[in-house]
C-alpha cells in the first residue's frame, strides 16, 4: 500500500497523545533530521506574529502526521523550502477564482471554516 491509511492515523494519534514532553522532543529532533524545512515552517510562524497556541497545535500536527508516516512504513521524500513552495503555490492558483473577491487573510484556525485537506495541494507532498 502507498498511503497511510485510518488504522496508521489513529495510531500515531495515540502515541502522540501519550507521549512526554521529553518524547515529543525525541520525535522533533528526529523531523529535524529527515524534514527540517517542515519543522522550520512551523517553528517561524511564532516570529511572523502567529500566537504560541496555534504554532503548539501546527507542531502538535506535524508530530501526528510524522508519526502516521512511520506507522506505515512509508517514507517522505525530503521536502525542501522551493519544492513546498512551489506545489502550494501550484494548488493556491488552481483553487482561486478571479471573480472571488479577496478579503483579509484568515487561517482556518481564525474563521472556524473546517480544512478540506483533500483538496489542498500542499497537502500532496510527493
Known amino acids: 500500500m502507498s498511503r497511510i491509511n485510518v488504522d496508521n492515523l489513529a495510531a500515531a494519534i495515540r502515541k502522540v497523545r501519550g507521549m512526554?514532553?521529553?518524547?515529543?522532543?525525541?520525535?522533533a529532533d528526529e523531523i529535524h533530521l529527515q524534514q527540517?524545512?517542515?519543522l522550520a515552517s512551523c517553528l517561524v510562524q511564532s516570529r511572523l506574529g502567529v500566537k504560541q497556541?496555534?504554532?503548539e497545535f501546527l507542531l502538535n500536527i506535524l508530530l501526528v502526521c510524522y508519526q502516521s508516516m512511520k506507522e506505515s512504513g512509508l517514507q517522505?521524500?525530503?521536502i525542501t523550502e522551493t519544492s513546498r513552495s512551489a506545489r502550494c503555490s501550484a494548488g493556491s492558483a488552481r483553487h482561486s477564482s478571479p471573480n472571488t473577491q479577496q478579503g483579509p487573510s484568515r487561517t482556518p484556525l481564525e474563521s472556524n471554516t473546517p480544512l478540506?485537506?483533500?483538496s489542498n495541494r500542499c497537502w500532496h507532498l510527493c
Open 20 to 27: 512526554s514532553m521529553k518524547e515529543k522532543e525525541a520525535l
Open 76 to 78: 517522505w521524500c525530503v
Open 53 to 55: 497556541a496555534a504554532v
Open 36 to 38: 527540517p524545512h517542515l
Open 116 to 118: 478540506n485537506i483533500q
